[in-house]
């Protein structure tokens, strides 16, 4: 068969045409890769979770510089990054130093705890665990909330790395932050210690290893089909939903404002004048 001109140029024009829309689909389908093909993650992607050592996982936390946040999500990324998750070398990718900023409340303003920011950033990142990603951050944070931290059972020092002494000496005492903000987690610790905010290194590489550890519980129990939702720790404290009852989101009672939050409400507020 033969063409004339016209055809011929017709034909190339449509073969370029479709070489042209398959380098735009590539570019899209790839769009997680820069120019040079290296792997960058995007906003809204997400990465799949594969059960981890507790007691691994906070070892490497209490080991790690740079903070409370980075701490857990350092941890948290790197040991990810050795398991048999599908996305393994994506979270070897992850620059976890960008997670320093969180330490001691957000550059030492003593606002949401490191340990609490990191526990949202790394969530966020990862692909749906069975309907729990939100359950794991709700019960994270009333385990904060309401247990006597840092961790400080003997098994628990040595797997970690630490000793006796330093519990005795550093440490002092456990306590009860009853907020999700470093400063009341630092306040009430130093008032049951007798120590001082300048004084809180173990004690918070310690609160930093056993966040890290109760984590991946909470991840590896939500990967394994258990409902977090449908447990009390993952809810408001019930003098929190009680306060919710005039101060909801939908409705108010009377001249009351309404309310987003699922923390601790009497941590601060301690009446309807406060």
């Not at 290296?38 to 906070?58: H, V």
């Not at 969180?102 to 003593?110: D, L, N, P």
């Not at 449908?230 to 009852?245: D, F």
Request: aromatic letters at 6%; glycine letters at 10%.
């Amino acid at each position: 068969m033969t063409i004339n001109r016209r055809q011929a140029l017709t034909q190339i024009i449509g073969i370029s045409t479709a070489a042209a829309g398959a380098t735009l689909m590539g570019t899209s389908a790839f769009a997680a890769t820069d120019e040079a093909g290296n792997y960058k993650l995007e906003l809204g992607e997400k990465l799949k979770y594969f059960p981890l050592d507790a007691m691994a996982t906070a070892k490497v936390a209490y080991e790690t510089g740079g903070g409370c946040m980075h701490q857990v999500f350092h941890s948290m990324v790197h040991m990810l990054s050795l398991s048999d998750s599908a996305d393994a070398a994506k979270f070897a990718s992850i620059p976890t130093a960008l997670a320093g900023y969180g330490a001691a409340g957000i550059a030492g303003q003593g606002t949401v705890c490191g340990n609490n920011n990191a526990t949202g950033m790394l969530v966020n990142i990862l692909g749906d665990i069975n309907g729990q990603n939100s359950a794991v951050i709700g019960s994270l944070f009333r385990y904060y909330e309401n247990t006597e931290l840092p961790l400080s059972s003997d098994e628990f020092v040595a797997g970690i790395g630490s000793t006796a002494e330093k519990t005795k000496d550093e440490v002092v005492t456990s306590s009860v932050a009853n907020s999700i903000l470093c400063h009341s987690s630092i306040s009430n610790w130093s008032r049951a210690s007798g120590r001082t905010f300048a004084q809180k290194g173990e004690r918070c590489k310690r609160l930093s290893a056993s966040i890290a550890y109760h984590l991946v519980e909470l991840l590896n129990r939500a990967y394994a089909g258990e409902d977090l939702s449908a447990l009390p720790e993952s809810k408001p404290s019930e003098e929190a939903q009680a306060c919710k009852s005039c101060h909801g989101v939908d409705a108010t009672m009377g001249s009351g404002a309404s309310v987003k939050a699922d923390m601790e409400c009497t941590t601060c507020h301690t009446g309807h004048f406060n």
